[in-house]
């Protein structure tokens, strides 16, 4: 049983920084593939970064060399360090994972994964 559990959201200024995390018993890292998206209201949820075995994906222009994916396998806990936060980063964002080694398809796409947690709210103030 896979369950996905983010935590470490909250409300910050621009500028700040926050890491959020995602508790994930029974994912065994070699073999899954982790990523983190965002929903902001009205919106389409997007990708934010994806890691593997193959490496780190930065998916979008707009969170490159601010936001850092990574995992720690013996503590089962994937992780996003976001830095200099802005305003349009606030969104719920969402802790997913695929059972594959490599999604078929892009690895930043939603539909290549099939488990995901709750969600951890994001507000950034100008």
């Known amino acids: 049983q896979v369950q996905l559990v983010e935590s470490g959201g909250g409300s910050v200024q621009a500028g700040g920084s926050l890491r959020l995390s995602c508790a994930s018993p029974g994912v065994g890292y070699s073999s899954y593939y982790m990523g983190w998206f965002r929903q902001a209201p009205g919106k389409e949820r997007e990708g934010v970064a994806a890691i593997g075995s193959d490496g780190r994906t930065s998916c979008s222009d707009s969170v490159k060399g601010r936001f850092i994916i990574s995992k720690d396998a013996a503590k089962n806990t994937l992780y996003l360090q976001m830095n200099n936060l802005k305003p349009e980063d606030t969104a719920m964002y969402y802790c997913?994972?695929?059972?594959?080694?490599?999604?078929?398809?892009?690895?930043?796409?939603?539909?290549?994964?099939?488990?995901w947690g709750q969600g951890t709210q994001v507000t950034v103030s100008s």
């Open positions: 997913a994972a695929a059972r594959v080694s490599r999604p078929v398809g892009w690895v930043c796409r939603a539909d290549e994964y099939t488990y």
